[in-house]
Every structure is written in structure tokens, then in C-alpha cells.
């Protein structure tokens, strides 16, 4: 990404996260990329309980209503607004309270001992280190070596 992409995705991000949340809902993730038949402006979109087609054309008339006023995107693109499906991104602290006993497979900035991806059930959170366990033993991975993690399956 380049500067004004991510201009643009922390100003919509500013707009949609209080937004969402008097929806009852959270933004799991932004994206704004060109593909096969344009740019894509998607919406990740989630709530307790899980997201319904009507949530998802809520949210969509309500992002594109600001869009419009706003005119933060000087060429044509397509909104999609989804659930983030069986294996969302864990982004944020919270998630990985959330989704403890959960399976997730975590990608690290730096391996822990020859392992850069490591797959197993999430225990928590101790401050800034996440537990997880794999086969018989706990691992411990600090916050800010974690480069991606997600649910799976």
C-alpha cells in the first residue's frame, strides 16, 4: 500500500469503527484494492452472534451515503460489505479474548525457535503476550512479534 491508500483507509476507518459500534457491530478490517474488475472498497463487518445480509446492506447504505458526501475516492470502485467468514483476522486485543479455546493460526515477525507460523488453541492473554497451546506445551508470544493471526479450521 502507499501513503494515500492509507490515508484513506485510516480516515473511512475513523468514520465506520463509532459508526458500527452504535450499530452494535465492530469493523474487523478495511480493504481498498485494485482486482480482475477494479477497485474494491470491502468491508469486514462482525457482532455477537454473527452477521445478516440485512446488517451487511445497512452498513452498505450507510458507508455509501458518507462516501458520497465525503467524495474521498476519485474514481469509480465497488462496495462490498461481508462477514469476515469461518476464519477471520484476529486484529485486535480483544479478539484474542474473544475467541479463547478457538483454533488460530498465528504468523510471527520472528520465529520461535524454527517455527514462523504456528496453528494452535488460543488460551489468552497475560498483558502484552498471547497463550497458545500446542500438542502438550503452552507458548507464549509477545504482541508485537505477532505479524498476522486468524481463526481456522
Not at 465506520?16 to 470491502?42: I, N, S, T
Not at 463487518?45 to 446488517?55: C, L, N, Q, V, Y
Not at 475467541?99 to 498483558?127: A, S
Request: proline fraction near 3%; charge should be negative.
Amino acid at each position: 500500500m502507499n501513503d494515500t491508500t492509507d490515508r484513506l483507509l485510516t480516515t473511512i476507518q475513523g468514520f465506520a469503527e463509532p459508526l458500527l459500534a452504535d450499530m452494535g457491530m465492530e469493523l474487523v478490517e478495511v480493504q481498498f484494492r485494485r482486482e480482475g474488475h477494479g477497485w474494491v472498497l470491502r468491508f469486514f463487518i462482525d457482532k455477537e452472534g454473527g452477521i445478516t445480509i440485512d446488517d451487511c446492506a445497512d452498513v452498505s447504505r450507510e458507508i455509501s451515503a458518507y462516501l458520497e458526501v465525503e467524495d474521498l475516492i476519485d474514481h469509480a470502485y465497488h462496495l462490498e460489505v461481508s462477514s469476515p467468514g469461518l476464519e477471520r483476522p484476529l486484529r485486535k486485543k480483544e479478539d484474542f479474548h474473544r475467541f479463547i479455546d478457538r483454533l488460530i493460526r498465528v504468523k510471527l515477525r520472528e520465529p520461535l525457535g524454527e517455527q514462523k507460523v504456528l496453528t494452535g488453541t488460543l488460551l489468552g492473554m497475560e498483558g502484552d503476550t498471547v497463550l497458545l497451546a500446542l500438542d502438550s506445551e503452552t507458548v507464549r508470544i509477545d504482541w508485537e512479534n505477532i505479524s498476522k493471526a486468524r481463526l481456522t479450521l
